[in-house]
């Protein structure tokens, strides 16, 4: 018999890293959040790989802090090894990684959850979503019409949810954030297990529901390697992998704090010829190989049975020996993700040099599970034929912890600015990695698990990861999630960098002796002819703090202030160029495609243009440019259109 409980505003089903983040956002912004959890061990669990950020994925943890997230926050207290990637290269690829403290991360993250007003922590599945259209009108909440934002009295919306225990929880909106857990099941070998991950409760009711609601489902597949017994890993036989010395944090809250701690080694090692060998004798029995498996795996983070084959010419892949916390033996065997039988995987382990007598704890295993098809939802996260109903995560085709967090943030405050009647917040592709990874999401064919990487980003020298504050924290303010003081904060470093700027363009450096030997010394050309302080800066050779030996006026700045400073001169005419672009790119995205066209109307277009505008409504001309299969002669069509159509509703 259904048990009726309390009324929430906002419902978030499952409190992984999406759901996690999109609680916080809700509750932060004033709403009466509940949030599902099957098991209260799945709290921002970290089920796969021991790390947080990593290349563009550490310009995602930053971009969320820079809108009030909680990732970035977690990282920083619970790190144990951190270091910046891509120092080498230009600034626009450098993306800091922290190894974590998996139990220590999900253990603090639990208790900022569990000390949120407004949130509500409850172990339950749930496993219908309840709709205006399910559900007879007489049953529903005690809410009046216009709680719900009704577009007309035929449309679809959330009116609540229910759980296995046939409890009913109404609310106004609700964020699907189930990861992995819908109707997981986890693999090696013949064994099988109907689980998600670490043996976990899988959600094995919520699928089927969601298609009789017309929510299209892909089944995808992940992995993860062996655990193996510290204590059985011979370490002379790897090379020691160090944190940097000088430590930064992920938070922007923490740019002046200090977080020197002592730091864990992560080692590196290799696959031999003996390995690979091992693999392909037995890749008929790998349910990757033999049918078994049917869910798509990610390209970018493939299983070593897939990189032996698809890479047969190289006789050795790295593998990184990570430490999964301080207090626990258990390490993690980075780059060797595997379905394989249990006895294949002892061989194969026991192939790589230093882990000849190394001990299991946890075999490796591959993981399917259903998610939706992104394209269903609106660029708020919102599905397009139910309102008030959203999703975020894996739950949404995409991998990895911090895609997941980067949508659970956005879903959490749009979930939020629906019911405060408010635009939503949408992050365009020119301001932020979150824009391109839900932009990519929402209007291009996913096909396997989206993994975000810099190369996705067409502006990536203005999305860096040292400048995410100052792109983002604006819109944190806007919708409530940045308090009045870090946004003076923010406005005050934002002054402090263009006085700066200023200051040292209009410097003066005469060819006077102390200048010529400065430059001789750090090996930069002599000067002919005076010139100012920021075009001395602009040469390689030069750093902003050398140039502090012949700029005697120099005010003592925030270390990062002097980045911003360094960064900004240094590639102002690449990031002139860049800005040239978006402005461009932005005009396509202000021209708005009224909800209300009628694509079968606009006559020129071509069968498929049509077929896709229809399924995936754009928002935009911008947004309707970058769908797989419209052309540029079918956008010229359509702008056409729109200038007509314009016209008639003026007139």
């Not at 144990?80 to 120092?87: A, H």
């Not at 701690?261 to 390995?275: D, F, G, H, I, K």
């Not at 693999?279 to 032996?308: A, F, H, M, Q």
């Not at 002599?526 to 602009?538: E, F, Q, R, V």
């Amino acid at each position: 018999m259904s048990h009726r409980y309390e009324s929430y505003d906002v419902v978030v089903i499952g409190a992984g890293h999406a759901g996690c983040e999109a609680a916080l956002a809700s509750a932060r912004l004033g709403q009466n959040t509940m949030l599902f959890t099957v098991s209260m061990d799945t709290i921002a669990l970290m089920p796969c790989n021991p790390n947080i950020g990593g290349t563009s994925k550490g310009h995602l943890v930053r971009e969320i802090d820079a809108l009030g997230g909680e990732m970035g926050v977690n990282i920083d207290k619970t790190f144990i090894q951190t270091k910046m990637l891509n120092e080498s290269k230009g600034p626009a690829v450098h993306s800091l990684r922290a190894q974590a403290d998996k139990q220590h991360y999900t253990r603090e993250m639990r208790k900022v959850i569990e000390n949120t007003d407004k949130i509500t922590l409850k172990q339950a599945e749930v496993v219908e979503i309840i709709t205006n259209k399910n559900m007879r009108k007489e049953e529903w909440p005690e809410y009046s019409r216009n709680d719900y934002a009704l577009m007309s009295d035929d449309s679809c919306y959330i009116i609540g949810v229910r759980t296995y225990s046939d409890g009913i929880y109404p609310c106004k909106a609700a964020i699907l954030c189930t990861g992995v857990y819908l109707k997981a099941r986890c693999v090696y070998g013949d064994t099988s297990n109907y689980t998600g991950p670490n043996g976990l409760p899988a959600a094995n009711h919520l699928s089927q529901q969601m298609r009789e609601l017309g929510i299209e489902i892909y089944r995808f597949k992940t992995g993860t390697p062996a655990r193996i017994d510290g204590r059985s890993i011979d370490y002379t036989k790897m090379e020691e992998q160090f944190g940097d010395k000088k430590i930064v944090p992920f938070s922007f809250t923490n740019e002046d704090n200090s977080l020197e701690r002592e730091q864990a080694s992560c080692w590196l090692t290799y696959t031999n010829p003996e390995t690979h060998k091992i693999i392909r004798d037995n890749i008929d029995r790998s349910p990757l190989y033999c049918g078994d498996i049917k869910g798509t795996g990610p390209r970018y983070c493939p299983s070593i049975e897939d990189k032996v084959v698809r890479f047969a010419d190289k006789d050795r892949h790295q593998v990184f020996i990570e430490p999964e916390g301080r207090y626990t033996n258990e390490m993690y065997i980075s780059g060797m993700s595997s379905s394989l039988p249990e006895d294949v995987q002892i061989k194969m382990y026991r192939s790589v040099p230093g882990l000849e007598k190394a001990q299991i704890v946890r075999n490796a295993y591959a993981i399917e599970y259903d998610c939706i098809n992104p394209m269903q939802l609106r660029p708020s996260l919102e599905f397009k034929n139910i309102g008030g109903f959203f999703s975020a995560g894996q739950a949404n085709g995409s991998s990895g912890y911090e895609e997941a967090a980067a949508q659970g943030i956005i879903a959490g405050i749009n979930a939020s600015m629906k019911l405060k009647d408010r635009e939503p917040l949408i992050i365009q592709r020119s301001e932020g990695y979150i824009g391109v990874l839900i932009d990519d999401l929402v209007t291009k064919e996913t096909n396997e698990p989206y993994r975000m990487m810099t190369s996705r980003a067409e502006y990536r020298l203005l999305l860096r990861q040292d400048n995410a504050d100052l792109r983002l924290t604006k819109y944190g303010y806007q919708v409530g999630l940045i308090s009045e003081d870090r946004y003076q904060r923010l406005l005050q470093k934002e002054e402090l960098i263009k006085e700066e700027i200023e200051r040292i363009k209009t410097t003066n450096v005469g060819a006077r002796k102390e200048v010529q030997e400065f430059l001789v010394r750090m090996e930069s050309n002599p000067l002919n002819s005076g010139t100012t302080m920021a075009d001395l800066l602009k040469r390689t050779e030069l750093t902003y703090e050398d140039l502090k030996q012949i700029d005697p006026n120099r005010n003592e700045l925030p270390k990062a202030v002097k980045e911003q400073v360094e960064i900004t001169v240094k590639y102002e005419g690449y990031i002139a160029r860049q800005q040239q672009q978006v402005n461009h790119f932005k005009k396509m995205e202000e021209k708005h495609i009224p909800d209300a066209i009628d694509y079968d109307d606009v006559y020129s277009l071509r069968l498929e243009a049509r077929q896709k505008l229809k399924k995936i409504k754009p928002i935009s001309i911008g947004q309707a440019s970058r769908i797989s299969g419209v052309s540029p002669a079918d956008i010229s069509v359509l702008l056409v259109y729109l200038e007509q159509f314009k016209r008639r509703k003026d007139s």
